[in-house]
């Protein structure tokens, strides 16, 4: 399966040379892009010295933008699996292997997920009760027991790359708004394990009071995600 992996990235000049160099051990054949989001550590230079192919943003757009154009990138290069991985070192490529063997398995979609993997890292109390609950709004709209719809952790078949490359992807923050629009849209998700581990960032886009702006933003998603047209989604 030719695998593109996808790795928005915001200020993490730091950390890219060792997440990059476990990737490639791991994954020689996987080609990664890094979508650079208007970094201000030289993230981008950092990615393209690594060889990486490297997307800039002139500006800073957020998470699910930068997101949105790896996929596009990926979509247009013809690869059949796109990975999205963070650049802070909390994945482990190990964990790609079994999501791109779900896509070759006919999953369009396949999430790694914390809960499947024990002793992975969970965050505070307070991610652990929000992941609870869009875990549970999900559950509750999809009927599917996917059990970690914050995870960053996906592998997209053509099919998903394709719905999330269009203008009905959630581009704000792409969580479990993203899976209910692929759920509705008619597509195949699965979760497979993924051993999360703590952030090598003392900083993190869920810092200070944004979680509570994050939670209203993602049940206003949810609804929007959970009430449009599911024929409008399948065209
Ligand atoms: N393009 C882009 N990427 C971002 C932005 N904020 C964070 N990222 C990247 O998205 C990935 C996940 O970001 P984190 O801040 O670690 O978010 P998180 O993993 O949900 O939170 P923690 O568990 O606290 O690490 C990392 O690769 C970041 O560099 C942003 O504004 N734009
Ligand atoms: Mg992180």
Redesign the pocket.
């Known amino acids: 399966m030719r695998t593109l992996i996808v ?6 000049a730091r950390n890219l040379p060792d997440v990059v160099g476990e990737l490639r051990s791991v994954r020689p054949e996987d080609d990664i892009a890094v ?1 650079d ?1 208007a970094s201000r550590d030289g993230s981008a230079e950092v990615a393209a010295r690594l060889g990486c192919d490297v997307v800039r943003l002139p500006l ?1 757009l ?2 699910g933008a ?1 997101v949105q154009a790896g996929i596009k990138l990926g979509q247009r290069g013809g690869y059949d699996v796109v990975v999205t991985f ?3 070192g ?1 994945h482990d490529p190990a964990d790609v292997a079994p999501l791109v063997a779900a896509v070759a398995g006919g999953a369009d979609l396949a999430l790694g997920s914390r809960f499947q993997a024990p002793g992975a890292y969970q ?1 505070g109390p307070l991610r652990i009760a929000g992941r609870r609950l869009f875990a549970a709004l999900c559950g509750a709209l999809t009927g599917l027991a996917l059990d970690d719809p ?1 995870s ?1 952790l996906k592998a997209l078949g053509p099919r998903a790359q394709a719905l999330f490359a269009s203008s009905r992807f959630p581009d704000r923050f792409p969580d479990a708004d993203a899976l209910v629009v692929a759920h509705r849209a008619g597509l195949l998700l699965t979760q497979r394990p993924a051993r999360m581990r703590a ?1 090598r ?1 003392v900083h ?3 810092d200070g009071l944004r979680p509570f702006a994050y939670a209203a933003n993602m049940v206003l998603s949810l609804l929007v995600a959970a009430l449009g047209r599911a024929r409008d989604l399948r065209e």
């Not at 790795?7 to 993490?12: A, K, N, Q, Y």
């Open positions: 790795i928005p990235c915001r200020d993490e979508v989001d800073h957020g998470y930068a963070d650049g802070d909390q965050g914050t960053g952030s960032n993190s886009m869920h």
